[in-house]
């Protein structure tokens, strides 16, 4: 199953859902194995069913039983896919279309895929080539395998970074 999320920002984010659609399209997967969480969208995907919110257990057992995940940058859904062992395909909101207030998911995103814990697909190919082919489950080394555990481990890790002065979201 191709899971995809936008998650729960007050913002649409038509971009991602117009793309990730078009793409699924293309590769002509059976819509039943296909599911979108919309949020705040209005852009309505023909290539799965979809629902504007699902409930936190919901989104975990989604995301559990899901060959592919495809999301927004945010914190809490790529936390949720790691802690399942799940890799997920990252599309980041960005300011300039008016998906987020700040461009803090480009630069999350580029961080997390220089290091292998996400994929960040930035054109179609990639996409495409993720979708087909989805990104290995994470290394029992990698995999973040309960809240409690990969909580403090993502906040030692997301504190270095920063310490370290390697973001700047202004200029991503």
């Not at 999320?5 to 117009?18: C, D, K, P, V, Y």
């Not at 480009?106 to 989805?134: C, E, M, Q, W």
Request: hydrophobic residues 35%; neutral net charge; aromatic residues 8%.
């Amino acid at each position: 199953m191709i899971f995809v999320t936008i998650g729960a920002s007050e913002f649409q984010f038509n971009r991602m859902l117009r793309w990730v659609d078009r793409t699924i399209q293309e590769l002509a997967a059976p819509r039943e194995t296909v599911f979108f969480q919309i949020g705040r969208s209005d852009y309505l995907p023909e290539s799965g069913d979809y629902s504007d919110y699902i409930d936190s257990p919901g989104m975990e057992k989604r995301i559990r039983e899901a060959d592919c995940v495809i999301c927004h940058a945010g914190v809490g859904t790529i936390l949720i896919s790691l802690i399942n062992g799940k890799k997920p395909i990252v599309i980041p909101r960005r300011k300039e279309y008016a998906e987020t207030v700040d461009n803090h998911q480009v630069t999350f995103a580029k961080h997390l895929g220089a290091n292998n814990l996400v994929v960040y697909p930035r054109s179609d190919r990639d996409l495409k080539d993720a979708i087909i082919a989805p990104p290995a489950s994470l290394s029992p080394d990698r995999s973040l395998t309960s809240f409690d555990q990969s909580r403090g481990r993502l906040v030692r890790y997301l504190t270095g970074w920063v310490k370290s002065g390697d973001q700047d979201i202004r200029s991503t």
